[in-house]
């Protein structure tokens, strides 16, 4: 069975950084496009960055320049390294990997997410 497991998350203060990893378990042979969300409570939860199966990536205009998405060939690890932090960031952030692959199912997993906490 297919898991995602989030960790790197923090509190830290404004400027710092972090490392937010996503790493996808479960001995699969498939291959992954990873995204990342984040939400705060009582907002929608927000677009942040992805990176797909040629490399290509984006970046929310909040995050541009401060945030770097990468992932290993398969995609079953995936980082968000997220520097110059600010307030704003503070948020729940989740990772979405996106399944495909010869004889895999089409298929997306979330994680539980991991809070940043920027003071």
């Known amino acids: 069975h297919v898991q995602l497991v989030e960790s790197g998350g923090g509190s830290v203060q404004a400027g710092g950084s972090l490392r937010l990893s996503c790493e996808v378990s479960g001995y699969t042979t498939c291959k992954y496009d990873i995204s990342w969300y984040r939400q705060d409570p009582g907002k929608e939860r927000e677009f942040v960055s992805d990176i797909d199966r040629d490399g290509s990536t984006n970046y929310a205009d909040s995050v541009k320049g401060r945030f770097t998405i990468a992932k290993d060939n398969a995609g079953h690890t995936g980082w968000l390294q997220v520097d110059s932090l600010k307030p704003e960031d503070t948020a729940r952030y989740f990772c979405?990997?996106?399944?495909?692959?010869?004889?895999?199912?089409?298929?997306?997993?979330w994680g539980q997410g991991t809070q940043v906490t920027v003071s």
């Open positions: 979405k990997a996106h399944q495909w692959g010869s004889w895999c199912s089409i298929d997306d997993f």
